[in-house]
């Protein structure tokens, strides 16, 4: 299975199984309690889905590793590529 059909398939499933407890489909003689935790049960998954994300992000950001070996290098292409385009005739 794509990754895309496993996504869809659980996003099904707790979209399934929300509906399930919100409108009392199957008579399961829930508590009403039960609904009305369940009814903004999205609202409360996005949210915390988009915290998730932001910390991901930031945690990526000030984790994230300098590469001086390789800034060097590309400064040192950049040197030879601007004395090679002198060499044949473009100024800069």
């Known amino acids: 299975m794509t990754k895309l059909v496993e996504w869809l398939?659980?996003?099904?499933?707790?979209v399934a199984v929300w509906a399930l407890v919100t409108f009392d489909l199957l008579d399961l003689s829930l508590?009403?309690?039960?609904r009305e935790v369940a009814w903004p049960m999205p609202l409360y998954l996005?949210?915390?889905?988009?915290?998730?994300?932001l910390?991901?992000?930031?945690?990526?950001?000030?984790?994230?590793?300098?590469c001086e070996?390789?800034?060097?290098?590309?400064?040192q292409q950049?040197?030879?590529a601007?004395?090679?385009?002198?060499?044949?005739?473009l100024k800069m």
């Not at 996005?46 to 994300?53: D, H, P, Q, R």
Request: some cysteine; hydrophobic content about 35%; glycine content about 8%.
């Open 9 to 14: 398939f659980g996003v099904s499933v707790v």
């Open 31 to 34: 508590p009403q309690t039960y």
């Open 46 to 53: 996005l949210v915390s889905f988009g915290c998730y994300s």
């Open 55 to 66: 910390a991901t992000v930031g945690y990526r950001v000030a984790t994230f590793n300098d």
């Open 69 to 75: 070996e390789a800034a060097k290098e590309l400064q």
């Open 78 to 80: 950049i040197k030879e």
């Open 82 to 89: 601007k004395e090679d385009l002198r060499k044949k005739g």
